[in-house]
């Protein structure tokens, strides 16, 4: 059995507080399924599921996936978000969407009443900044007020999409995000934390550079950092399996596609090689990204403008000094092989797929992290 600590740090709350939660055991990691046989497997009985973030790109999938298992999905969305401007009724087809605001407990509650109770609330929202301000209105207190009216509604089961990051935090959003998944695992609901690697959209932003001939760009070495990626889809397997999963239940689940894990470097070369290309390389170095978000925090001080550019440069910092993989605090490496696969399709398919036309590189309103 494996352990992690989770739990608001002491910016959050003004003193330590850990607690050991119990993470899935390796033997129960890989588990005996593929996303693809669970979708054809014996169904379970269909349940009321809430869905919050259903514009998203997971959120979307994930809905997809509920309702192909026959369950009855209702989706709050907010009203002028950038996808639900668009398109969300017809983006969520078969699922009742509710338009409001989300982040109104007043709203939330009038919203679940009246309709017949939920089973279960799944959350795959997420501010889309990562700012600060934005990450505490939506990743902590938008969600804490969901799970308290969620309570008081009787829903007993909640599925919370988070990510792998925050196994070390360092940035705001990591932050709220954990400070709610502390108030989850506190609560008395059925919990399933799902804390997945990379997503293939934030693995494919330099797809059209490079078409344009242009290098592939990677912080020093591009072997600085690694993840296992997971595509929308078998996220969205697995974020429907926990609904349905006893085993997944009650457990902070880190979570990656399949195979071994990825480079930055090895992305590019794959890509080169679909393109008939040989593989060109820019290096840029860290210790000129540590710079640039030292110097932005600098001016952020005195120019507001400037804070937002600062938050921005923290976070590719991270991003390009830390693996998307389980941590162990014992070794004090990243560990694809404590990091769990799950689902069946790759990113090297994924990019494949995109070089030759057969899918739309759309990478939604992609945010950096
Ligand atoms: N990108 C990665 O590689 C990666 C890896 C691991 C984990 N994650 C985590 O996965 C999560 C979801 O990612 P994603 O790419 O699916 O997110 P996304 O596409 O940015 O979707 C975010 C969702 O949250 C909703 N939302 C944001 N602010 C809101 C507000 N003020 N009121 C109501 N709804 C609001 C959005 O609604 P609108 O459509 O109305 O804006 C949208 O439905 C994030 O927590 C992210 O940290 C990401």
């Known amino acids: 059995m494996r352990y992690v600590m989770v739990g608001p740090n ?13 993470t899935v055991a390796q033997t129960d990691l890989h588990l005996t399924y593929t996303s693809r046989q669970t979708a054809s497997a014996n169904l379970p009985s269909p349940r009321r599921v809430l869905v919050l973030g259903a514009t998203g790109t997971i959120g979307a999938a994930t809905v997809r996936e509920l309702l192909k298992r026959r369950h009855e999905v209702v989706c709050f969305v907010r009203g002028g978000g950038i996808v639900a401007r668009r398109n969300a009724v017809e983006l969520l ?5 509710r338009t409001g605001d989300v982040t109104d ?3 939330l509650a009038q919203a679940c009443s009246g309709s017949g109770p939920f089973d279960a609330l799944v959350s795959c929202m997420a501010s889309r900044t990562g700012e600060p301000e934005d990450a505490w209105a939506i990743d902590y207190k938008a969600h804490a007020d969901a799970l308290a009216v969620a309570k008081d509604a009787g829903v007993s089961q909640m599925v919370l999409l988070s990510a792998i990051c925050v196994q070390r935090p360092q940035l705001p959003f990591q932050h709220a995000k954990l400070a709610f998944e502390k108030l989850l695992i506190d609560s008395d609901l059925t919990y399933s934390i799902v804390r997945p690697t990379a997503f293939f959209k934030s693995l494919s932003g330099q797809i059209d550079r490079l078409k344009r001939g242009k290098p592939f760009v990677v912080f020093g070495d591009g072997k600085l950092t ?7 889809r078998d996220l969205a397997c697995y974020i429907a399996e926990c609904l349905e999963d006893p085993r997944l239940h009650n457990k902070v689940l880190p979570i990656g596609g399949p195979g071994d894990a990825i480079t930055p470097k090895q992305q590019g070369e794959y890509l080169f090689s679909l393109l008939g290309r040989e593989p060109r390389f ?3 170095p860290v210790a000129l990204l540590r710079v ?3 110097g932005l925090g600098g001016l952020g001080m005195v120019i507001p403008a400037m804070a937002k550019k ?3 440069a923290r976070i590719g910092l991270y991003y390009a000094t830390e693996s998307m993989l389980v941590f162990d605090p014992k070794t004090g490496q990243f560990d694809q092989s404590a990091t769990p696969s799950f689902g069946s399709e790759t990113l090297f398919e994924h990019y494949s797929k995109v070089i030759k036309g057969e899918i739309s590189n759309d ?3 992609h945010s950096v992290f």
Do not use: M, N
């Not at 002491?10 to 119990?22: A, I, K, N």
């Not at 087809?93 to 969407?97: F, L, N, W």
């Open 10 to 22: 002491e910016e959050w709350s003004g003193f330590v507080h850990f607690r050991l939660v119990e």
């Open 93 to 97: 087809q078969g699922a009742e969407v």
């Open 226 to 232: 690694s993840c296992k990626p997971i595509s929308d």
């Open 105 to 107: 407990p007043q709203w």
């Open 282 to 284: 820019r290096h840029v």
């Open 363 to 365: 990478r939604g309103a």
């Open 310 to 312: 600062a938050a921005l």
């Open 292 to 294: 640039i978000a030292e």
